[in-house]
């Protein structure tokens, strides 16, 4: 596929050369976006946090899929070789649509992060596995699914942690409090004496060092963001769409060779970022999404 372009811009780009999009429902991809800028640090990345519209938890399924494939056509709009969808309930119930309107790969994480709790254990004959999530990716059984569908074997508890999110929103990382949210919010994983617990919400990876703290050394926490930022890798191999060109130095989080967009609320997100990160986007940009193939900029 090299040497096609994409891009509707006038600077032709063959597809190796197009960055990779990630959309997410609000600023909780960011850790997604981490993963994999850590993973493959010669790719750039484009962003679009639906800040307008978070959360999608509560919303039907027909609006999780219009806003998904919204957000999609509109980073295959600006030029992507390769798309990570980092919101889990766009994750469980979207995939399917999205990847029928646009012609590239799509990637999610609840499958890469259910395969990953399933190799982390495989050396357990029973493995108990763990997934914490919000209440709509919980309702969804989407983890436990495709936990069963990598394991014939394994056990698998779900709890949700709602109090989670606003915490790691906050940076409440180290306060009393966020430890005793968290004894409560994780008792059914201490009992359970899960093996592996694979932490099912974008937001989740900023309370690491509590989660791992509660639930005990033992366990093995899973990452969805980056296990999907492997598969990703694996995937760019596989079809040939690596990045031709080598990044010199040393690159930083959010820096000028990333792009991102949100929907509303763009002064906060920059500061959300700050925290989960250590510093603002360089690039960050207000859109608005009217409708399917209906885009305009503010």
């Known amino acids: 596929?090299?040497?096609?372009?994409?891009?509707?811009?006038?600077?032709?780009?063959?597809?190796?050369?197009?960055?990779?999009?990630?959309?997410?429902?609000?600023?909780?991809?960011?850790?997604?976006?981490?993963?994999?800028?850590?993973?493959?640090?010669?790719?750039?990345?484009?962003?679009?946090g639906d800040t307008a519209r978070v959360p999608y938890g509560t919303k039907s399924l027909a609006t999780v899929e219009r806003y998904a494939i919204e957000n999609s056509q509109f980073l295959d709009s600006v030029g992507i070789k390769m798309l990570v969808v980092a919101c889990n309930t766009a994750s469980a119930l979207a995939l399917p649509k999205i990847r029928e309107r646009i012609g590239i790969d799509v990637v999610g994480v609840i499958g890469p992060g259910a395969r990953k709790a399933v190799e982390m254990t495989k050396d357990k004959a029973q493995p108990r596995i763990g997934v914490i999530a919000t209440e709509a990716t919980v309702a969804s059984n989407a983890y436990a699914n495709?936990?069963?569908?990598?394991?014939?074997?394994?056990?698998?508890?779900?709890?949700?942690?709602?109090?989670?999110?606003?915490?790691?929103?906050?940076n409440w990382l180290a306060e009393p409090e966020t430890f005793s949210i968290a004894a409560k919010h994780l008792k059914t994983i201490v009992d359970f004496r899960a093996d592996a617990l694979v932490l099912g919400c974008t937001h989740y990876p900023i309370l690491h060092d509590v989660i791992q703290q509660t639930v005990g050394a033992h366990v093995k926490l899973i990452d969805s963001g980056e296990a999907a930022a492997e598969e990703v890798e694996q995937l760019l191999m596989a079809k040939g769409l690596a990045s031709p060109k080598m990044v010199s130095g040393n690159r930083t989080l959010c820096d000028d060779l990333d792009h991102f967009y949100v929907t509303d609320a763009a002064e906060r997100f920059a500061r959300v970022a700050e925290r989960f990160l250590g510093s603002q986007p360089s690039k960050l940009e207000a859109i608005e999404v009217f409708g399917v193939d209906e885009l305009k900029r503010n």
């Open 146 to 170: 495709a936990i069963q569908r990598a394991s014939k074997t394994a056990e698998i508890v779900q709890a949700a942690c709602p109090l989670f999110v606003p915490l790691a929103e906050e």
């Open 1 to 48: 596929m090299e040497g096609i372009d994409r891009c509707a811009g006038s600077m032709m780009k063959s597809v190796n050369e197009l960055p990779i999009g990630i959309f997410d429902s609000g600023v909780g991809g960011l850790t997604v976006y981490r993963a994999l800028h850590n993973r493959l640090p010669n790719e750039h990345f484009v962003y679009l």
